[in-house]
């Protein structure tokens, strides 16, 4: 069975339901990361980035290219295709049919204050099935907490929020008009339409995290998004699926972070950058207002500008191109 608490599981299925030329006997029970999976699982690998994650992964068949195939265990049947994020998109959808769109949660109700004795609210507030607020909490009015959200003790959640698909942990604050746990931005263009990638991953707040006002996480498509303790997001922040985020950050506003990107601890960004998708950002950077981050960058680095650079670089090249400077 899945541990996925927040959207159902129709699997499991026997291979050929799947895929017809699978030779595995066993049913494939869900469709899981290279890291995450086990041996009743399908994963994927597209992108040479990954290769040492496929070289360890655990699952029992995975999708992927003639390319990718060779660094795969042997012990993982290869299904190999032309494009692994489309075939990973449908077989997503079979076992996860309802989480390529965010549906509204038709099992909200008026609050009933005997289910939460020691948790404030405002008015007009609406909780789903199963949710769990921990001591000492304030909800603010206007505010939606879907079915099987989990929120610890003494958060501050604000008016006009809605959380979805989300663990939030302790002394954690969320400011007015954030949406949290929505579908993330991922689709695989065809010919006649565009094919919805789903998702199926969720939010994870860490302790002492302080979301301020609008901003945006998305859920993990098949991974988390999680943002670390103590780490602050100032107001219109946008964190994209899977972006993990670590602790003591302090991010700036209007700060973009694109999908799948990994951000160490104690690194600060400054207003309106960009982090493109998929990189790792070390532990102790620093990233100027208005930079845009195309590549990796290594630990305790400072860098600024589009592409960002070594800020000595980026000052260097200022003075050598302002005219006010000659």
């Known amino acids: 069975m899945s541990d996925n608490i927040f959207f159902i599981n129709k699997g499991?299925?026997?291979?050929?339901?799947?895929?017809?030329n699978l030779l595995k006997k066993n049913k494939i029970r869900d469709v899981k990361t290279l890291d995450k999976a086990t041996e009743n699982d399908i994963t994927f690998y597209e992108s040479i980035k990954y290769r040492e994650l496929a070289k360890c992964t655990k699952a029992s068949c995975c999708i992927t290219s003639e390319?990718?195939?060779?660094?795969?265990?042997?012990?993982?049947?290869?299904?190999?295709v032309s494009s692994v994020l489309f075939e990973l998109a449908k077989v997503v959808k079979k076992f996860y049919p309802k989480a390529d769109i965010d549906y509204p949660d038709l099992q909200l109700t008026k609050l009933k204050l005997a289910k939460f004795k020691s948790v404030k609210f405002g008015n007009n507030v609406l909780i789903g099935k199963n949710v769990k607020i921990g001591k000492n909490s304030f909800i603010g009015s206007n505010t939606i907490i879907e079915s099987n959200v989990r929120v610890g003790s003494n958060c501050i959640i604000g008016s006009q929020v809605i959380i979805k698909n989300t663990i939030i942990g302790d002394e954690v604050v969320v400011q007015d008009g954030c949406?949290?746990?929505l579908k993330g931005?991922?689709?695989?263009?065809?010919k006649n339409r565009n094919f919805k990638f789903p998702h199926v991953g969720k939010v994870i707040l860490k302790n002492n995290v302080e979301i301020a006002s609008s901003c945006t996480i998305d859920r993990g498509s098949l991974d988390d998004t999680i943002i670390g303790e103590n780490t602050y997001l100032d107001n219109q922040v946008h964190v994209g699926h899977n972006v993990k985020?670590?602790?003591?950050?302090?991010i700036a506003g209007q700060v973009g972070f694109a999908g799948?990107?990994?951000?160490?601890?104690n690194v600060s960004i400054g207003g309106q950058a960009g982090i493109s998708g998929h990189l790792k950002i070390g532990n102790n950077v620093k990233i100027g207002g208005g930079s845009g981050v195309i590549k990796d960058i290594e630990d305790n680095c400072i860098v600024m500008g589009y592409p960002a650079v070594p800020f000595k670089k980026f000052i260097k090249n200022w003075k050598k191109n302002d005219k006010y400077n000659k």
């Open 12 to 20: 499991p299925f026997a291979p050929n339901q799947l895929f017809k």
């Open 67 to 80: 390319k990718l195939k060779i660094h795969l265990p042997t012990s993982c049947e290869k299904i190999i």
């Open 179 to 181: 949406k949290i746990g």
């Open 185 to 190: 931005f991922g689709f695989i263009p065809t």
């Open 245 to 250: 985020i670590g602790s003591n950050c302090m």
């Open 260 to 265: 799948s990107s990994s951000i160490g601890d």
